[in-house]
């Protein structure tokens, strides 16, 4: 460490920020605007199929309203010019309002990804007009280029070959499908999607090589780099991996003009420090954490790895290389997408040599395909091929048993301990202890991937889905899930359901029930069960009413679920499911009901668990209640019908089963006006505590040792308190 100063202060700076940020736990400036009008800089803009996304700076507007940036929306009806450029001064007429915090476990957190960036609200544009028409030559011209270059990528390539080839060399990942997103990071090699640190290296390399050998001498050659590559980090929206690896080339290049040894540990704590000055809570990104990690992977463990093994063979060194990886960006991407791909490893050592090959002749096809198609299109030709070759070997890895394993969300204390046993196994390496420095890292692993997300005998969670309905029941063993879907959540299944299901470490569910056919109910669900793989989750068996009488929208579903060859079953008055000491009883609908409406032909289900007894009752209105209250006595738990609206929860049904809890899932300010004030006030009569996922997030109860615990994920992140011991 004496050797190199720069990493002390890196490792001070970190501490610095935890600290910082562990002490100041200030609530969110709420910028909650219906209608405001203010002056702005245009930053950067994208074209979206639906219109356009703005990052706008230096926000000043009515009443005293100001903001650093805000991310901005306009589509087909915001009023606009057709033309924009970056650095125009804009008259902004919009509803702005705060970033959103997560409301389930698992779930993006778009506050806290914005707020790192600077971006302190979102706003939906009415009216955009350009008040200034200064213009930021180079920025602006720059972003023109990207966009040409973007249309010649299109015209060259295949829709799928375009969409990978405009991430991966112009830093544009709109045009990437979910399958393809899914199918790499499955793999472990979606860092190729992006223009990491490896993209530029090669590009700043080779570059640097031509230039010396063919055209100028090292101090020129070096100049010439260095600006080239900072022009094509600007191009590409200078992410962090960019950022990172421009910085280390320069390090690196200087290093060579000044004729001095090149310490690559150095200027990687160089280029950290660089960028933790500008936005210190850079640190906290995922982006930052994967694109520091990886090369702190190799730089810290190649020559470990090949001095234990006495090889430097460069097939083992690649080995090595992605191990190193791997091994120090292991807790990163459990923490972050809470599965592992078991196959990275020999995924990331078959597909890399590719990289600069692809790289080439991508920049080729770029070039040569400004000038006529033909030559982009044969340029362009082995990126096809390398792209259609990794998807059939992903493809094969992924249907391997166990290839991917989801672990959860990794606990604090686990990270923690995974990281000391790293650092324990290079101590012990140096002592040359090869069994004991392996048995170490073993350890490690082992820590990291023990499950803690099923310390709890039953658990019931109503998800925040906006205005729609889910409920996931867990045993120790097994899972189940009462709907899924939302009218307010778009993709609620890939957005809000997969990753709560991941983040718990769930990768099958025993039992879905979906109550009714509504799509606010059974959207998200179809999403899932549709996707490829279904997105990593298996479902054993879908349930349904048993109805002889069927509408529409039921039978839709019912093809839909079929042409996906999902296992069904349907349930009626009487039927159980049970497993272990779990019972769930179907109360209603039978077969020869007539209903209706088709709320009340929702599958009504009791759920019983030693002396705990819940309801779940779909969206059943009052004529529905009336079919069962015979059935009926008291519960400990109530998921209130159809979002709280005022035709449900009676009073005489309240009365019957008296809730002790009752939990309300509904949007934020949704059109319907759910929860009912009626309705809340029946709750309030009958003395049910009453919670809602649209103020509180996630609800969740568990019973643990006889003892029952109530969290609210928006509420200090879902931290327990006792509730009963029912």
Sequence with gaps: MRRRPLCVVLVCMILGILCNAWINTKEPVSYERESIHFLCELEEFVKKDNGYTLVVRDVKGEDSFSCKKIKLYANENTAMPKELHIGNLLAVTASIHSFEKPGNPGQFDEYKYNTELGITAQGFAGKIEIKKN?????????????????????????????????????????????????????????????ISGLHISLIGASLFFVLRKYFMPMQGAAVVTMVLLFLYGILTGFSISTQRAVIMMGCMLLARLAG??????????????????????????????????????????????????ESKNPIWMAVAGTAGIELVTLPILLTAYYEFSILSIAANVLFLPFMGGILVTSLAGIGLGSITIFAGKFCFGFAHFCFMLFEWIGNLFVKIPGAVVITGKPAVWQVLLYYGSAVLFLILQKWRQKKIFLLVLVFGVFILF??????????????????GDCSCIRTKNHTFLIDGGSSDVNKVGKYRMIPFLKSQGISYVSYLFLTHSDKDHTNGAVEWLCAANQMGVKVGTVILPKLNEKEEAYCTLLDELRNKGCNLMFMQRGDTVTIDELRISCLHPYPDYEWKSANDSSLVLKVNYQNFTGLFTGDLEEAGEK????????????????????????????????????VISCGKKNRYGHPHKETLKRLENIGSKVYRTDKEGAVSIECQNGKWYLSLWKKESGKKSLLSDW
């Design 134 to 194: 200064t213009v930021k030559n180079p920025e602006d011209f720059l972003h023109r280029l990207r966009n040409h270059l973007q249309d010649v990528v299109s015209l060259c390539c295949d829709e799928k070959t375009a969409g990978i080839v405009s991430a991966m060399v112009l830093g544009d990942k709109s045009g990437l499908s979910d399958e393809v997103k899914q199918l790499y990071q499955e793999n472990g090699i979606a860092h190729v999607l992006a």
């Design 260 to 309: 001095r040894h090149y310490d690559g540990l150095s200027a990687l704590s160089f280029s950290a420090i660089c960028q933790l000055l500008i936005h210190p809570m850079v640190l906290f990104q995922t982006g930052f954490l994967l694109s520091y990690g990886t090369v702190l992977g190799i730089y810290v463990f190649v020559d470990v790895f090949c001095d234990a093994w």
């Design 450 to 467: 023990l499950p803690v997300h099923n310390n709890f005998d039953l658990q019931i969670t109503n998800l925040d889905v906006g205005q």
């Design 627 to 662: 079919e069962i209250i015979n059935k009926l006595s008291h519960v400990n738990y109530l998921k209130v019908a159809h979002h709280g609206s005022k035709g449900a929860s009676s009073e005489i049904f309240l009365e019957q089963v008296k809730p002790d809890v009752s």
